[in-house]
DNA sequence: CCCTGATTCGC
DNA sequence: GCGAATCAGG
């Protein structure tokens, strides 16, 4: 399967919106995670928006060449099973957002924001302004039953994650000749 | 043990 | 350029 515009297209969308290597494998088909991995590497996309994870490790050996002209002979190990157990790919979590999704809580203009220190139960728990902030707290309206949240933020959190239906892959199709 | 990305290196 | 093997971490 060779990287077509079309698919290093997919490849990059999907890596931009979050999807791990695994997960775009499976989605443009006919690739590992490592094909993945790789070509994102030669795109020089390695580094998206999760710079959490500064781990820099130093060079590694080289590696060992499994020497197939071994002169060995007497292998006796005919005991191992090489099954492999088929994974069975999950319909659809929505395991996670795109970053580019999150919408950046805003302080309602109301001066009811609680704060960390006075947050309870019965308060609603959606967070207003940065954790890092020290004026960070919550939004304090009674909570909507079950939920967390008030009646507000509770249609906020349930919000599903809406997908950008928008296929424009006509400029594609232009190098076709 | 499952997953994740990172890197190397033979092809 | 490609990707399996491998590494390193969560």
Excluded at 146 to 158: N, V
Aim: charged letters at 25%; aromatic letters at 6%.
């Amino acid at each position: 399967m060779a990287w077509t515009e079309e698919r290093v297209t997919e490849l990059k969308k999907l890596w931009a919106e979050g999807h791990s290597a695994s997960q775009i494998a499976k989605q443009l088909g006919g690739v590992t995670r490592n094909a993945v991995i790789g070509k994102v590497h030669r795109l020089g996309l390695s580094g998206r928006a999760t710079p959490s994870r500064p781990v820099k490790r130093p060079p590694r050996l080289a590696r060992p060449k499994p020497q197939v002209t071994q002169p060995i002979a007497a292998t006796a190990k005919p005991a191992s099973s090489p099954n492999r157990t088929p994974k069975e790919s999950l319909p659809a979590l929505p395991s996670r957002m795109a970053p580019a999704a999150y919408v950046k809580p805003k302080r309602l203009g109301n001066g009811d924001m609680v704060t960390v220190m006075t947050v309870s139960d019965s308060m609603c728990k959606w967070p207003i302004g940065d954790p890092a902030d020290p004026d960070f707290g919550f939004c304090g309206h009674s909570s909507d039953g079950d939920s967390p949240y008030c009646s507000e933020h509770a249609k906020l959190a349930f919000q599903p994650s809406k997908r950008k239906r928008t296929n424009t892959y006509g400029q594609a199709t232009r190098m076709a000749g």
